[in-house]
């Protein structure tokens, strides 16, 4: 027996039975496999912002009653209340839409509707969660939803007008692609480097090193378990995991290593490529926030400059809002309204402007070129601000510098004429 096998012996109280062994102090879960579940997805810090940013954005979209034949808002329909105030028993409006903008970005946001009997006018609309619902086609090509009553917890079933479903990405037409599905591999990669990231400094920073002996390191040896058992293990895993428990982990950073049995240990210096997962995890980010359509602002990323996010919060609304928005409003007024309201032209719509809101600059002189023009009076500025009507606000007024083209010639000669007659 040499000196390493004595020692390996002695240390794990086992009988014993010109090599290196590899010393792993910074690397990926023993399983080599990452998670890009939606729970394991949101631990990145970008991922879940994107999340956040896109459900709040509709969780806090005003939606309302909209005529479109006198393009008047209706403040007395019934459903006023379900859109802007209370959904259901238990949520506001924010959370219910937030929920189920959240369940929509992970594919499919189904809200049951539940409805008066009699009238089959909507009391409430409940978001049920992932899990809680499948989504199929029945014989007649028509959707059928298989839910968990959210009261009761039985199993019903559900035609298409009595569930609200926002759906992202689809092949099929009935069943949407979550997000996290579609940039599983970024969020792969993402993930891989924070626990790299996390693994290097758990480690104190250290890379990993090679145990170097004479001695032959070839066979097992029998290791006494907790129950009085015997186990082979290889004499290689034993000094590998004998070094890891003495000099891994942060509490064990910069600790002075005694080597005795015939080792020596060489440290692997980690290269300056290797410690570029800093940059790695900036193009990250982008990845991400192209998946979802977020600007690099709004996760503090990228370039900072007023003018530039002025710019891209538009882009973001018009680009990423306005289609997820058209989704809602479209969705909400065939399940939501009666068919009679439908064809008397009433719609569910919602109003973008509460994403703008925080842009006062483009926001004044949006509004005060609509008032010059006429199209705009001052109650119609106070109602997009939610503010109370003054007295005379209904009032248009118009420039008079811009005359039609055709009585131009004749406006010029009668202005040419009262100029001369006051000189």
Wanted: charged letters at 25%; glycine letters at 8%; a neutral charge.
């Amino acid at each position: 027996m040499n000196a390493l096998e004595r020692g390996l012996a002695s240390i794990m109280g086992a009988a014993p039975v010109k090599n290196a062994v590899t010393v792993q102090r910074l690397g990926l879960a023993d399983s080599g496999t990452i998670r890009t579940d939606a729970d394991a997805a949101m631990r990145l810090s970008t991922v879940n912002r994107c999340i956040e940013i896109l459900s709040d954005s509709m969780g806090k979209m005003p939606f309302f009653i909209y005529d479109s034949r006198s393009r008047q808002k209706l403040s007395d329909h019934p459903l006023c209340e379900l859109l802007g105030a209370r959904p259901n028993q238990w949520q506001t409006a924010f959370a219910a839409k937030k929920q189920l903008e959240a369940e929509r970005i992970n594919g499919n946001g189904i809200a049951w509707i539940r409805r008066d009997p009699s009238t089959l006018r909507p009391l409430e609309y409940i978001p049920i969660p992932k899990g809680r619902y499948t989504v199929s086609l029945d014989s007649n090509g028509s959707q059928r939803y298989t839910i968990q009553h959210p009261y009761t917890g039985e199993t019903i079933v559900c035609g298409r007008m009595d569930v609200l479903h926002m759906m992202a990405f689809s092949r099929n037409g009935y069943s949407g692609i979550s997000y996290l599905e579609r940039a599983s591999e970024v969020i792969r990669g993402a993930r891989a480097s924070q626990e790299y990231m996390t693994s290097y400094y758990t480690n104190g920073g250290q890379p990993s090193g090679v145990l170097k002996t004479e001695s032959d390191l070839a066979g097992t040896l029998k290791v006494k378990q907790a129950d009085g058992s015997e186990k082979e293990v290889s004499k290689k895993d034993l000094v590998r995991s004998e070094w890891e428990k003495v000099h891994s982990g942060p509490s064990n950073a910069g600790r002075i290593a005694v080597l005795d049995m015939g080792l020596d240990y060489k440290p692997l210096s980690a290269s300056n490529r290797d410690m570029q997962f800093v940059e790695q995890s900036d193009l990250s980010v982008q990845d991400i926030a192209r998946f979802f359509g977020v600007p690099l602002y709004k996760l503090q990323a990228g370039k900072q400059s007023y003018d530039s996010n002025e710019q891209n919060s538009i882009e973001y609304v018009v680009g990423t809002l306005h289609p997820i928005t058209t989704q809602w409003e479209q969705e909400l007024t065939y399940k939501l309204l009666t068919p009679r309201e439908a064809e008397q032209g009433l719609q569910i719509r919602g109003n973008m402007m509460a994403e703008l809101r925080g842009d006062f600059r483009s926001r004044a002189e949006w509004y005060r070129t609509m008032r010059e023009t006429g199209a705009f009076s001052v109650n119609d500025i106070l109602a997009l601000e939610d503010m109370p009507d003054v007295d005379g606000g209904d009032d248009r007024y118009a420039s008079l510098n811009y005359v039609p083209l055709a009585q131009w010639a004749e406006l010029s000669a009668k202005r040419a004429e009262t100029r001369g007659g006051g000189g």
